[in-house]
């Protein structure tokens, strides 16, 4: 199949490209490098230095004899991802390309202008990319669970039915997203979901999520061709953060009450899901939306789970609670359906202590890097 990653410089762009790669895949990368623009710009790079995207290929292709094609290029841009589109003929799309980050997008006006430009331009260039030049291509949009936020019902696969004064329809579920970059990814829901149903786009939408996790089997051949791993404010997901804090010795900075509750996955899990949506393509004329995660655990669960594979390691850390930077529930009820993934065959590696374990031995070599005025939040939810 040939594969386009868009975004694929990213935390999950670089390590799915290697995987679809290692598969017999033929797949191109494009990326403009924004995520690392902007943790330059906020000083949240990541912890373990990453080679640039031309480089990781190059050294990919002396690990494996695999050649990937890179294509340094802004999605925003229409001109440029049309001509890609155009010339590489994708079977699948995945679509990586946009701002990650919420804390980023609470900043104030620039950034958040920033997220909403690009995250929503480029998703409406892919579609219009598709439709000029492939209109066969299965998209695979990485959307969130912090569409949905935390309604007090069941969350489902992303349609629900409602019967209404005696009648019956279907819809997309309510989504009520927590921060601006949330926000986007719901309207390019909306977006998509406007060209699947009147020019029969194929179409599947990930609902993911936080991920965590560095090794994969193919960054384990080359210590520089690991994700960019995040444990800054900005960028870097709780789990992660939690294991950073840890090695670094300061309180695992639980934020507020601790009972937000999330669904949570292994990077190769996320490598798996987006693998069975390629192989098993959306129809024409089909939203499909799947529910990304394996498990789901609160903060405060969380911070135990940490604190007691450190504590087998020899490693002594505390819990905290700090002010809560963001707006959201503390305590909520969360029950979100997520078997789709696991009828298309997933199988999850969930968060033991022996995976936990296994990533505190990766960061500890790197732990005179971590930069301390990284870890309490610096963005504030205003208002
Ligand atoms: N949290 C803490 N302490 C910390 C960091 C986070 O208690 O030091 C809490 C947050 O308040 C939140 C939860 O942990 O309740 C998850 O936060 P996160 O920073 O790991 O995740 P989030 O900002 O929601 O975003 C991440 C990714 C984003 C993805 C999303 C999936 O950055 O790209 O879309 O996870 S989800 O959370 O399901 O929307």
């Known amino acids: 199949m040939r594969v386009l990653i868009l975004g694929g410089d990213g935390y999950l762009g670089w390590p799915t490209a290697m995987a679809f790669a290692a598969k017999s895949h033929e797949v191109c990368l494009v990326d403009n490098y924004l995520r690392r623009r902007i943790a330059m710009e906020t000083e949240s790079e990541a912890l373990i230095p990453t080679p640039n995207l031309n480089e990781r290929a190059r050294i990919f292709e002396s690990a494996t004899g695999i050649r990937l094609h890179v294509e340094i290029a802004d999605c925003a841009d229409y001109a440029l991802l049309s001509r890609i589109v155009r010339d590489f003929d994708p079977e699948a799309i995945i679509h990586y390309a946009e701002q990650p980050s919420a804390p980023y997008s609470m900043i104030g006006f620039q950034e958040a202008n920033l997220t909403l430009r690009n995250n929503l331009g480029v998703t409406f260039n892919i579609i219009w990319a598709v439709l000029e030049h492939a209109p066969q291509c299965h998209i695979i949009k990485l959307g969130t669970m912090g569409e949905y936020g935390t309604p007090n019902i069941d969350i489902e696969e ?51 999520g936080p991920v965590y996790g560095l090794s994969t089997a193919q960054a384990d051949l080359d210590e520089r061709l690991l994700p960019n791993f995040h444990y800054d404010d900005i960028f870097g997901t709780v789990v992660n953060r939690f294991l950073v804090q840890t090695v670094a010795g300061i309180p695992l900075t639980v934020y507020g009450r601790g009972g937000q509750t999330r669904g949570y996955l292994n990077l190769n899990d996320t490598l798996q899901c987006v693998e069975l949506a390629a192989t098993h393509p959306s129809e024409p004329g089909q939203l499909r939306i799947f529910n990304q995660f394996t498990e789901q655990f609160t903060v405060n669960d969380l911070a135990d789970t940490v604190k007691r594979a450190a504590h087998g390691l020899g490693i002594e850390v505390a819990v905290e609670s700090i002010p809560n930077p963001r707006k959201e529930l503390e305590e909520h009820y969360y029950n979100p359906r997520h078997s789709g993934l696991i009828e298309l065959g997933l199988q999850p590696h969930y968060l033991t202590e022996k995976v936990l374990t296994d990533m505190l031995q990766r960061v500890l070599p790197y732990r005179d890097r971590i930069d301390r005025k990284r870890i309490m939040p610096r963005v504030r939810w205003a208002g």
């Open 158 to 208: 992303g349609w629900i039915e409602i019967e209404h004064h005696g009648r019956k329809d279907k819809f997309l579920y309510p989504r009520q997203a927590g921060s601006l970059y949330h926000t986007t990814k719901v309207l390019d829901t909306d977006l998509l979901w406007f060209y699947v149903r009147t020019y029969r786009l194929r179409v599947t939408d990930l609902m993911q």
